[in-house]
């Protein structure tokens, strides 16, 4: 059974057309992530929620916004998409940052694509 | 901060030979090691960990070994086969703090 699950997994935009991407789980975790990865590179951390704390990488761009409604369900939204945030979005979980349970549990991506 | 820096880039294996990748570290406090699997199109997926109280781990044909002196750790696959075709990251971890990922390795493994 699908535990971390990401849709669209193929979205495609307009450049500067608003886009938001979903990610819901079923283990329940407290702490959901959202990831950039571009191709032929390493997952970019963009930001984090330990339950309804925010917590933004210093260089994620302010285009990048994210809500978490509940524990289940946490959200990306780009508010002004460019053709530089094509790219594989990625949502991961881990149970808790407290104690030491760090394993993180990645969903399957959404690629997103700026025409 | 940290930073993780993992070798080779690519490597091909023929199937049935082993594949061995190397990661290090550079902050001494990290303390979970986790190898991810990705395959084309799909998210990474967790194969194996190492925490820092653990000098090696198995599990199969994958086995994780960790020199905290050194600060390095290896992922190792025994008896390759096609299906572990893909690119592996190597991430170390800070308990409390985010992951940091190495660039990755695409292992082709060829028949």
């Known amino acids: 059974d699908a535990m971390v699950i990401q849709n669209p997994r193929y979205q495609v935009t307009q450049f500067g057309k608003p886009v938001t991407l979903s990610c819901s789980q079923t283990l329940n975790h407290n702490v959901m992530y959202w990831y950039q990865q571009k191709s032929s590179q390493a997952p970019k951390l963009l930001f984090h929620y330990y339950d309804k704390d925010f917590n933004n990488e210093a260089d994620t761009p302010d285009n990048f916004q994210s809500r978490r409604p509940n524990t289940s369900f946490c959200f990306l939204d780009i508010r002004s998409p460019g053709l530089g945030d094509a790219a594989m979005y990625l949502c991961?979980?881990?149970?808790?940052?407290?104690?030491?349970?760090?394993?993180?549990?990645f969903g399957p991506g959404t690629r997103l694509l700026v025409l | 901060g940290e930073n993780v820096e993992q070798h080779p880039s690519t490597l091909s294996v023929q199937e049935g030979d082993s594949a061995v990748i190397k990661c290090t570290y550079s902050d001494s406090a990290s303390n979970y090691f986790p190898w991810y699997k990705q395959e084309l199109g799909k998210g990474p997926q967790l194969i194996i960990d190492?925490?820092?109280?653990?000098g090696e781990k198995k599990d199969q044909r994958i086995a994780v070994t960790l020199n905290k002196t050194a600060k390095h750790f290896s992922l190792h696959i025994t008896e390759t086969q096609p299906e572990d075709s893909a690119v592996y990251f190597c991430?170390?971890?800070?308990?409390?703090?985010?992951?940091?990922f190495g660039p990755g390795t695409r292992l082709s493994v060829l028949p």
């Open positions: 991961a979980t881990s149970r808790d940052q407290r104690p030491r349970e760090e394993t993180q549990y």
């Open positions: 190492i925490r820092s109280n653990v």
């Open positions: 991430a170390a971890n800070n308990y409390g703090q985010n992951f940091v």
